[in-house]
């Protein structure tokens, strides 16, 4: 959802646009532009999903922060999660300074204040929460915050929420919401928890959050054919039998899950324009699907037709319909 483009704005207008939003949706107190009135250019948007907040910011250079006055001030006791995308800046908190650039992710404890740039065209995904929502002690969150970049955990966390955003304007309003938001929840608990904590606080939340990594693990290498339950285990350090116990007590097959998922991006690409020159079977193959007997069969149980009515549909523009109940299962 579109919050703010300055480029749609009087030039006069822009600078003080963009910090009335800033204060606003995050808390910022300060902002500091790198371009001159007459050529900045800051876009916001924002999503929420549950009790999570996904902000995606673009634009030329800027400097945002919190300072302790402001933290101390007023009562906000939220978390922010910046997953930086496109340019190169900073992030600094109380004697912490760490440099930023693609792919990076950083954590910013409200009550802390901090500061974040970059310089030239940039952008970022945040995600804000309160605090409490994470359920781990305070000194833990502000532990971790200058050790987080070495966490195994971050990268898993980082494809996590791009996968979000590619999927927020579907997904916000509908009744998937808080259950995506609990999974981003386990998983920023995981990421600060690898880094900061004794080792029975480490302990307890890896085993609260092992199917959501494992899930999110799946979702990131769906498309690679030799994703197998003993390849997932293995990443986890857990064996096939746990997996498996694991996968039920949540309620689900992980067959069945990465079947489907495999299934739904299949889908989509067979009805997109832009791959209208791949064939079925070359479609099937880089999601995963070696043998394509097995793919039209589980396609059809799915959506109750073959995969080239389903394109020769698309392509009409006729109206898609619903997979049949049993689907969904699994």
């Known amino acids: 959802m579109l919050v703010l483009d300055t480029s749609d704005l009087p030039v006069g207008d822009r600078i003080g646009a963009f910090e009335a939003v800033a204060a606003g949706a995050g808390g910022v107190s300060s902002v500091e532009v790198e371009e001159p009135e007459g050529t900045v250019w800051q876009r916001l948007e924002l999503w929420p999903l549950g009790p999570l907040t996904l902000f995606h910011t673009q634009g030329t250079g800027m400097r945002v922060s919190r300072s302790p006055r402001q933290a101390r001030r007023d009562a906000l006791d939220t978390v922010a999660i910046n997953i930086h995308r496109q340019g ?56 971790a915050i200058p050790t987080l970049e070495h966490s195994p955990v971050g990268q898993l966390l980082i494809n ?125 193959r880089s999601w995963g699907f070696g043998n394509p007997a097995f793919f039209s069969r589980r396609f059809r149980e799915a959506y109750g037709t073959t995969p080239g009515e389903w394109r020769r549909r698309s392509r009409r523009g006729e109206p898609s319909w619903r997979p049949p109940p049993s689907a969904h299962g699994g």
């Open 160 to 284: 996590h929420v791009h996968g979000l955003h590619g999927i927020a304007d579907r997904v916000a309003t509908g009744p998937e919401a808080d259950a995506l938001a609990s999974a981003t929840l386990e998983l920023v608990r995981a990421w600060v928890v690898s880094v900061a904590g004794d080792d029975a606080t480490r302990r307890a939340v890896a085993t609260e959050t092992l199917l959501t990594r494992v899930l999110a693990y799946a979702r990131v290498h769906l498309r690679e054919p030799d994703l197998t339950p003993q390849r997932i285990a293995w990443a986890h350090n857990t064996s096939v039998r746990t997996l498996y116990r694991l996968c039920a007590d949540g309620g689900l097959s992980l067959e069945k899950w990465i079947v489907r998922r495999r299934l739904e991006g299949a889908r989509s690409d067979l009805a997109a324009p832009s791959h209208a020159h791949r064939t079925i079977e070359a479609v099937a």
């Open 88 to 143: 190169s800046g900073g992030f600094s908190w109380t004697d912490h300074h760490q440099r930023i650039g693609p792919n990076s992710a950083t954590l910013q404890h409200m009550p802390a204040g901090y500061e974040y740039w970059w310089s030239g065209l940039g952008s970022t995904l945040a995600l804000m929460f309160d605090t409490e929502r994470l359920g781990l002690p305070e000194e833990a969150i502000r532990a």
